[in-house]
C-alpha cells in the first residue's frame, strides 16, 4: 500500500509543487498541512467534501485554507530575516500585500491578521531598463507600461525640491513582472534598481524605503527551473539576492541600507485555495464496437475487409506501415461513401475497425524507446476526455489564457494507481474550455494520469494553487457563476469549516445579463395561468411547473452530482 501512494506521489508531483502543504494520508485521500512544518495536523480533502455535500453544499467547491496564506508569508518574513542577519544589511524588511492579486475578504483579512502596515508619503516608481522572464516579461524593459523614465524622476524631484517639500519623498519602487521564473533578471533588476537608489540617496533626498515589487514565482510544475510555470530559485535565495545586491551597491555608492520593502501577492495567495469538483462522464471519441464486428468476405466492401485484415494482423513490427495503411483505407472509405458506393452500415463497420486499428498501433507505439511525433499525436487522439463540473473561464482562467499550468490531482483513490490518461473538458458550451496541458517535471504533459470512472460513484479531482489571480480573472462565460465556497481552518482533530458562502445561482446569473428575475418569474407565471384557462393545463399540473421553474432560478449554476441533491437543494 505504501508503495502504490508513494507511486502515486511521484505521478502528480506533489512533493515538487505542493511546498510541503500537501500530501497523501492512508486512505488514500488528498491532505492538506497547515505549514511545512507541521505534518500532524491534516485535513483530508475527500472527508470535508463530503461534509459539504451533506450541508447540501456541492462541486464545485473552491477550499480556502488561510493557514496557508499565513505559512507563506511567514516563510517568506523568515528568508529575508535569514540574510539580513548574514549579511549584517543594516535596512530591515517588510511585506505589503498587493489587491489586485486576491480582493477575496477572507484572503485580505488573514493577511491582515498576519502582517503590519507601513504608508509612506510618496513613491515614486522607475522604470528599469532590466526586464524579468517568463510569461509577464513586458512589464518591465524600456516599453514597460508603468515607471518614470530617468528624466522624469530628475524633474519630479526638482520639482518637490522647489516646492519646498523634498522631505516627502520617501520611497523608490519597481516592479518588473509577475511570475519571474529567473534568478538572474531580478539579480540584474535589483543592480540597475539599488543603483537609482544610491543616486537619488545622494541628491540630498530623504528616501529610505525601496519598494522591489512582486513577482517571486511559484514552481507550479514542481520542476525548479526557469520554465514559465516554475522558478529556479528559493525564498532564501531570493532573499539572499535582493539582501546581498542592495547591500553591495549601496556599500559601493556609501550610503545607508534602505528598508526593503516588498509586494509578493502570487507567492503568497496561490497556495492557499483549491477548486474541488467531480468528472461527470467520459467523453468518447474512440467509435466503440457495440456488436463485434463480424466482417464477410463475399458480402462487405473490399475497403472494409482490408481494415479487418489490418486489425487481425497488426504486430509490433509492422505497426506503424500498418497504421498508415489503415489512415489510406479510411480516407479511401469516405470516398466512396460520398460517391454513394457504400452503405452507412459499412461505413460504421469500417470506423469501428479503424479505431481498433489505432489503438492496437497505439499500444505497441508506446512499447518503443521513443515515441513519434505521429503517435504522439495519435495517442492524444485516443486520449479519454473526462467531462469535469466547472468552467475553465471561471475558475483557472489563465489557462486559457494563458496556457499557465496547474497542478491537478485526485482527492481520493490516491492508494491505487490511476490507469486512465485523459483530459478535461469543462461544462461550458466553448470548445476552448479544455485543460489539455499538465505539470510535468521535465516536459509538460499533454495527458493526465487519472483513474478509471466508475457508475454510481463521485469520482473528484482538485485544481491546485488557484489561489492568486483566478478568483478576480474569472469571468462569467456560459453564465456560469461563482463557486460554491467553503473556509477551512486545519487543526489536531483535522478540519473544522469555519464559513460557508454559498456560490452563484441561475437567477444571479441571469440577473448579471440585465434579466430582472422577478419579470422573468412573472411572465412564466402569466404563460401558464394562459394555459390553465384553456384547459391545457391542471392546476396541480400548473402548480407544479411554477414550483420547478422556482427551484431552477435558485439552483446553482453547476450541474447537480445527483437528483438526490438537487432535490435536498429544492426544499431548502
Ligand atoms: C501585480 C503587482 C504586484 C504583485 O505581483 P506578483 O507577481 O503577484 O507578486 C506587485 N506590485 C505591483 C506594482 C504590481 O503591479
Given at each position: 500500500?505504501?508503495?502504490?501512494?508513494?507511486?502515486?506521489?511521484?505521478?502528480?508531483?506533489?512533493?515538487?509543487?505542493?511546498?510541503?502543504?500537501?500530501?497523501?494520508?492512508?486512505?488514500?485521500?488528498?491532505?492538506?498541512?497547515?505549514?511545512?512544518?507541521?505534518?500532524?495536523?491534516?485535513?483530508?480533502?475527500?472527508?470535508?467534501?463530503?461534509?459539504?455535500?451533506?450541508?447540501?453544499?456541492?462541486?464545485?467547491?473552491?477550499?480556502?485554507?488561510?493557514?496557508l496564506?499565513?505559512?507563506?508569508v511567514?516563510?517568506?518574513?523568515?528568508?529575508?530575516?535569514?540574510?539580513?542577519?548574514?549579511?549584517?544589511?543594516?535596512?530591515?524588511?517588510?511585506?505589503?500585500?498587493?489587491?489586485k492579486?486576491?480582493?477575496?475578504?477572507?484572503?485580505?483579512e488573514?493577511?491582515?491578521?498576519?502582517?503590519?502596515?507601513?504608508?509612506?508619503m510618496?513613491?515614486?516608481?522607475?522604470?528599469?531598463?532590466?526586464?524579468?522572464?517568463?510569461?509577464?516579461?513586458?512589464?518591465?524593459?524600456?516599453?514597460?507600461?508603468?515607471?518614470?523614465?530617468?528624466?522624469?524622476?530628475?524633474?519630479?524631484?526638482?520639482?518637490?525640491?522647489?516646492?519646498?517639500?523634498?522631505?516627502?519623498?520617501?520611497?523608490?519602487?519597481f516592479?518588473?513582472?509577475?511570475?519571474l521564473?529567473?534568478?538572474?533578471?531580478?539579480?540584474?533588476?535589483?543592480k540597475?534598481?539599488?543603483?537609482?537608489?544610491?543616486?537619488?540617496?545622494?541628491?540630498?533626498?530623504?528616501?529610505?524605503?525601496?519598494?522591489v515589487?512582486?513577482?517571486?514565482?511559484?514552481?507550479?510544475?514542481?520542476s525548479?527551473t526557469?520554465?514559465?510555470?516554475?522558478?529556479?530559485?528559493?525564498?532564501q535565495?531570493?532573499?539572499?539576492?535582493?539582501?546581498?545586491?542592495i547591500?553591495?551597491?549601496?556599500?559601493?555608492?556609501?550610503?545607508?541600507?534602505?528598508?526593503?520593502?516588498?509586494?509578493?501577492?502570487?507567492?503568497?495567495?496561490?497556495?492557499?485555495?483549491?477548486?474541488?469538483?467531480?468528472?461527470?462522464?467520459e467523453?468518447?471519441?474512440?467509435?466503440?464496437?457495440?456488436?463485434?464486428?463480424?466482417?464477410?468476405?463475399?458480402?462487405?466492401?473490399?475497403?472494409?475487409?482490408?481494415?479487418?485484415?489490418?486489425?487481425e494482423?497488426?504486430?509490433?513490427?509492422?505497426?506503424?506501415e500498418?497504421?498508415?495503411?489503415?489512415?489510406?483505407?479510411?480516407?479511401?472509405?469516405?470516398?466512396?461513401?460520398?460517391?454513394?458506393?457504400?452503405?452507412l452500415?459499412?461505413?460504421?463497420?469500417?470506423?469501428?475497425?479503424?479505431?481498433?486499428?489505432?489503438?492496437?498501433?497505439?499500444?505497441?507505439?508506446?512499447?518503443?524507446?521513443?515515441?513519434?511525433?505521429?503517435?504522439?499525436?495519435?495517442?492524444?487522439?485516443?486520449?479519454?476526455?473526462?467531462?469535469?463540473?466547472?468552467?475553465?473561464?471561471?475558475?483557472?482562467?489563465?489557462?486559457?489564457?494563458?496556457?499557465?499550468?496547474?497542478?491537478?490531482?485526485?482527492?481520493?483513490?490516491?492508494?491505487?494507481?490511476?490507469?486512465?490518461?485523459?483530459?478535461?473538458?469543462?461544462?461550458?458550451?466553448?470548445?476552448?474550455?479544455?485543460?489539455?496541458?499538465?505539470?510535468?517535471?521535465?516536459?509538460?504533459?499533454?495527458?493526465?494520469?487519472?483513474?478509471?470512472?466508475?457508475?454510481?460513484?463521485?469520482?473528484?479531482?482538485?485544481?491546485?494553487?488557484?489561489?492568486?489571480?483566478?478568483?478576480?480573472?474569472?469571468?462569467?462565460?456560459?453564465?456560469?457563476g461563482?463557486?460554491?465556497?467553503?473556509?477551512?481552518?486545519?487543526?489536531?482533530?483535522?478540519?473544522?469549516?469555519?464559513?460557508?458562502?454559498?456560490?452563484?445561482?441561475?437567477?444571479?446569473?441571469?440577473?448579471?445579463?440585465?434579466?430582472?428575475?422577478?419579470?422573468?418569474?412573472?411572465?412564466?407565471?402569466?404563460?401558464?395561468?394562459?394555459?390553465?384557462?384553456?384547459?391545457?393545463?391542471?392546476?396541480?399540473?400548473?402548480?407544479?411547473?411554477?414550483?420547478?421553474?422556482e427551484?431552477?432560478?435558485?439552483?446553482?449554476?453547476?450541474?447537480a452530482?445527483n437528483?438526490?441533491?438537487?432535490?435536498?437543494?429544492?426544499?431548502?
Amino acid at each position: 500500500m505504501t508503495t502504490a501512494i508513494e507511486q502515486t506521489l511521484e505521478t502528480y508531483g506533489i512533493e515538487n509543487w505542493g511546498a510541503g502543504y500537501f500530501g497523501i494520508n492512508r486512505k488514500g485521500n488528498l491532505v492538506v498541512h497547515p505549514s511545512e512544518s507541521d505534518q500532524n495536523r491534516a485535513a483530508d480533502v475527500r472527508e470535508i467534501i463530503d461534509d459539504l455535500r451533506r450541508r447540501g453544499i456541492q462541486a464545485p467547491v473552491l477550499l480556502r485554507f488561510p493557514q496557508l496564506i499565513a505559512g507563506q508569508v511567514r516563510k517568506l518574513q523568515r528568508a529575508f530575516r535569514n540574510s539580513i542577519r548574514e549579511y549584517e544589511y543594516q535596512g530591515s524588511h517588510m511585506c505589503v500585500y498587493p489587491m489586485k492579486v486576491n480582493q477575496n475578504r477572507a484572503v485580505v483579512e488573514e493577511y491582515l491578521r498576519e502582517g503590519s502596515r507601513y504608508l509612506p508619503m510618496i513613491g515614486l516608481r522607475v522604470k528599469l531598463y532590466s526586464k524579468g522572464s517568463g510569461r509577464w516579461e513586458k512589464s518591465g524593459g524600456e516599453a514597460a507600461k508603468f515607471g518614470l523614465t530617468t528624466t522624469e524622476i530628475l524633474e519630479t524631484i526638482r520639482r518637490v525640491q522647489g516646492a519646498g517639500r523634498v522631505d516627502m519623498l520617501k520611497l523608490l519602487h519597481f516592479h518588473i513582472g509577475s511570475q519571474l521564473t529567473d534568478i538572474k533578471r531580478i539579480k540584474n533588476a535589483m543592480k540597475e534598481a539599488a543603483r537609482v537608489y544610491a543616486k537619488i540617496v545622494q541628491m540630498k533626498v530623504p528616501v529610505d524605503l525601496l519598494d522591489v515589487g512582486g513577482g517571486m514565482a511559484v514552481d507550479y510544475d514542481g520542476s525548479k527551473t526557469a520554465f514559465d510555470s516554475s522558478a529556479n530559485y528559493t525564498a532564501q535565495e531570493f532573499a539572499n539576492d535582493v539582501v546581498y545586491t542592495i547591500m553591495q551597491v549601496c556599500d559601493d555608492e556609501n550610503v545607508p541600507h534602505p528598508t526593503i520593502i516588498q509586494e509578493s501577492g502570487r507567492y503568497l495567495s496561490a497556495y492557499h485555495a483549491i477548486l474541488v469538483t467531480n468528472v461527470i462522464s467520459e467523453i468518447e471519441t474512440v467509435v466503440e464496437d457495440i456488436t463485434p464486428i463480424e466482417v464477410d468476405d463475399d458480402d462487405d466492401p473490399q475497403v472494409v475487409i482490408e481494415l479487418a485484415d489490418l486489425r487481425e494482423t497488426i504486430t509490433v513490427k509492422n505497426y506503424r506501415e500498418f497504421y498508415h495503411d489503415a489512415l489510406e483505407h479510411r480516407d479511401e472509405m469516405f470516398t466512396l461513401f460520398n460517391l454513394g458506393l457504400i452503405t452507412l452500415e459499412d461505413r460504421a463497420k469500417g470506423e469501428v475497425l479503424f479505431w481498433d486499428v489505432c489503438e492496437r498501433a497505439d499500444k505497441h507505439a508506446q512499447q518503443a524507446k521513443y515515441v513519434s511525433e505521429e503517435f504522439t499525436e495519435l495517442r492524444r487522439l485516443l486520449r479519454a476526455k473526462y467531462l469535469t463540473n466547472f468552467s475553465v473561464f471561471r475558475s483557472v482562467p489563465d489557462h486559457w489564457a494563458l496556457d499557465q499550468l496547474f497542478p491537478i490531482i485526485p482527492i481520493h483513490r490516491l492508494n491505487k494507481p490511476p490507469t486512465e490518461y485523459a483530459t478535461l473538458c469543462d461544462i461550458t458550451c466553448d470548445s476552448d474550455g479544455v485543460v489539455d496541458k499538465f505539470v510535468d517535471l521535465h516536459d509538460v504533459k499533454q495527458v493526465l494520469e487519472l483513474h478509471s470512472l466508475v457508475e454510481d460513484e463521485p469520482y473528484y479531482i482538485a485544481l491546485m494553487l488557484v489561489g492568486a489571480y483566478q478568483e478576480v480573472m474569472g469571468n462569467n462565460h456560459n453564465l456560469f457563476g461563482a463557486p460554491n465556497e467553503a473556509h477551512v481552518h486545519i487543526d489536531d482533530d483535522g478540519y473544522l469549516i469555519k464559513k460557508v458562502v454559498k456560490g452563484s445561482t441561475v437567477g444571479e446569473a441571469l440577473n448579471r445579463a440585465r434579466y430582472e428575475p422577478g419579470q422573468l418569474h412573472e411572465g412564466f407565471r402569466r404563460i401558464v395561468a394562459q394555459r390553465v384557462k384553456r384547459g391545457d393545463l391542471s392546476e396541480a399540473e400548473a402548480a407544479g411547473m411554477v414550483e420547478l421553474y422556482e427551484s431552477r432560478i435558485n439552483a446553482y449554476t453547476y450541474l447537480a452530482v445527483n437528483g438526490e441533491q438537487e432535490e435536498k437543494r429544492r426544499r431548502r
